[in-house]
């Protein structure tokens, strides 16, 4: 009997349950097979980056490069905002921020952010993630959306075009999030609610 074709078939099963258990893509500054990421570290890296680079700019008050990290829908609507003198002159929205500096971050599963999103908005999109973020801000003036010191909201990015892009920064009852266990546990994370909400109506 000849015995290497049992063989040969267990090899090729092995063979096919290898390619079918997972997309593994190389790191691109290092080709080592001992060095590899799955498609979903990737995924999960490349929206951090994004997260970040949106942050950046604010930081660095480029505010000609903010409307490139939205969706196509909402960045012909920043763009005109940004561009507007008025609102340059008067420190509206965005512009209203000296400086954010990106502190923390976590990846919310999306079925439970979804609670404190617009549906009829996002239904349009098929791939979304949503984070939960701080970012500690410096700002002209303050109101119920930018005070100063560690704001907490969600930056929710979809997948548009083979990229990663904001879709909507909603701020959301933080003391909920906590109670729901997905918040930081940083002592003013628990007041934050509180200290924006106060400047409400005014």
């Given at each position: ?18 390619l079918n258990y997972g997309t593994v893509i190389a790191n691109p500054n290092n080709t ?16 951090i980056k994004v997260i970040a680079g949106y942050f950046n700019d604010i930081n660095a ?142």
């Amino acid at each position: 009997m000849n015995k290497s074709g049992p063989l040969l078939l267990v090899l090729i099963s092995i063979l096919i349950c290898g390619l079918n258990y997972g997309t593994v893509i190389a790191n691109p500054n290092n080709t080592s097979p001992s060095i590899r990421e799955s498609s979903t570290e990737v995924r999960y890296k490349s929206a951090i980056k994004v997260i970040a680079g949106y942050f950046n700019d604010i930081n660095a008050n480029r505010w000609i490069n903010v409307d490139k990290w939205y969706v196509k829908e909402e960045a012909n609507e920043m763009k005109s905002f940004m561009d507007d003198e008025e609102n340059q002159e008067k420190k509206l929205g965005l512009l209203n921020i000296r400086k954010a500096r990106l502190i923390k971050w976590k990846e919310l599963p999306y079925d439970y952010a979804e609670n404190y999103l617009p549906n009829r908005y996002m239904d349009k999109y098929s791939i979304k993630r949503a984070f939960y973020v701080a970012v500690d801000y410096k700002v002209y003036h303050e109101n119920e959306y930018h005070i100063n010191g560690v704001n907490y909201f969600l930056v929710v990015l979809v997948l548009e075009d083979g990229n990663w892009k904001i879709a909507l920064t909603p701020l959301v009852p933080v003391n909920s999030i906590i109670f729901d266990g997905y918040g930081f546990g940083t002592e003013d994370e628990k007041t934050f609610d509180e200290r924006r909400l106060k400047f409400h109506s005014k």
